[in-house]
């Protein structure tokens, strides 16, 4: 494929990100404006729950999903409260729920609980889609997040997700190739994003090759690959103009 003519499937494949504690309603009308490019729309915004409804409102028939994100970023284990969340998200009209893993109760053992996170999320999640956020930067080898992986992938489950973007280690080539594996071995129907760090065509074009070459050429349509980000777009649609 062409840069430029991937440089445009890419924009279809992305989630448009503004997580900052300091957004404010006009940063969030910008970043709906610039959801909708000459040379296609994104596939998603995402932002935090409380912009959820004026982001549904600014993209009405655009087919533009609006995605927000619980457990975020901390990746906690109160489980009352991912109910509350998830249940504010449902009320503001979310169509995707990006929830962060309990990643440090699976790393101290606390399997249960993981589980109990994983029962939550998916038995109401009515018709949104899921993404569970590994925060795969933080694990301590590959093995231990394929572990992470397989057990998400128990679950009825829409996307595995890299990273929150707020640690030190966010998405990597080594971890997607794992999670893309884990995929392959269990689930080829549950989709892949990467996230944190992606700002150029470049880094973007390595993770839907990736997708290619573990799960088929295929594959990574804006079902099952996801890349999300809050600079990509610009560079993308830079690329696209110098051809």
Not at 15 to 31: G, R, W
Not at 76 to 96: P, T, V, Y
Not at 113 to 139: M, W
Not at 178 to 187: F, G, P, Q, V, W
Request: aromatic letters at 6%; glycine letters at 6%; one cysteine or more.
């Amino acid at each position: 494929m062409q840069k430029s003519s991937l440089a445009k499937c890419l924009i279809t494949n992305l989630d448009l990100t503004s997580l900052n504690l300091s957004d404010t309603e006009t940063e969030i009308i910008s970043l709906c404006q610039k959801a909708k490019t000459p040379c296609g729309n994104v596939r998603a915004v995402c932002v935090y729950p409380q912009f959820v409804s004026l982001a549904k409102d600014l993209l009405t028939n655009t087919g533009i999903s609006v995605a927000t994100v619980i457990n975020f970023p901390q990746g906690g284990s109160d489980i009352a409260s991912i109910k509350e969340q998830l249940s504010n998200a449902a009320k503001h009209g979310a169509d995707e729920i990006d929830a962060v893993f309990p990643y440090n109760d699976f790393f101290n053992g606390n399997i249960d609980i993981c589980k109990k996170f994983l029962e939550t999320i998916t038995q109401n999640k009515e018709n949104r889609k899921i993404k569970v956020i590994l925060e795969s930067g933080a694990y301590k080898n590959a093995e231990q997040l394929k572990s992470a992986c397989l057990l998400c992938l128990d679950y009825d489950i829409d996307f595995l997700k890299t990273s929150t973007g707020k640690t030190s280690v966010s998405a990597t080539p080594e971890a997607a190739g794992t999670i893309l594996s884990c995929i392959k071995e269990k689930n080829q129907n549950v989709g892949f994003k990467a996230s944190g760090g992606i700002k150029t065509f470049e880094q973007s074009a390595i993770y839907y090759d990736l997708c290619q070459q573990i799960l088929g050429e295929k594959w990574p349509t804006p079902e099952h690959f996801r890349i999300g980000a809050s600079s990509l777009l610009n560079n993308l649609l830079q690329t696209i103009k110098e051809g």
